[in-house]
């Protein structure tokens, strides 16, 4: 039984913890959070050849935030807090950019958001 609840504390740190929070390469990430098909971040651009972080930056210019979704999208906007839009377990976030693969760019219906 011991056992079992360590496991089971282990888990809930592993799902909730955010290992890239301003860390180096992943400066101003702020986590993993659902979408849907009425958008999180309201702008979409893409698919972007070969997406990189600093690309869709550069493309969300004048926008508060960013998210980067499915391997090579970039969607821009200035709002994150909706209930409808909740943060997500980091492991949601985990496919990689299709030009930078020690980066993760979301998931299906998961935006990995950072600050512009």
């Not at 089971?8 to 740190?13: E, P, T």
């Not at 909730?16 to 958008?39: F, I, L, M, Q, T």
């Not at 693969?101 to 998961?110: H, I, P, Y």
Request: charge should be positive; include cysteine; glycine fraction near 10%.
């Amino acid at each position: 039984m011991k056992n079992l609840m360590l496991l089971i504390f282990c888990l809930i740190i592993a799902v909730n913890s955010n290992p890239y929070r301003n860390k180096g390469h992943y400066e101003g990430y702020v986590g993993c959070y659902v979408d849907r098909a009425n958008r999180l971040l309201k702008y979409r651009v893409g698919p972007l050849h070969r997406i990189t972080l600093e690309k869709c930056r550069h493309h969300c210019r004048g926008f508060r935030y960013l998210g980067l979704q499915y391997r090579d999208w970039c969607l821009c906007g200035n709002h994150l807090n909706s209930p409808a839009y909740p943060q997500a377990s980091e492991l949601q976030c985990n496919m990689p950019c299709t030009g930078e693969n020690s980066r993760m760019c979301g998931g299906g219906d998961r935006n990995s958001i950072y600050h512009v």
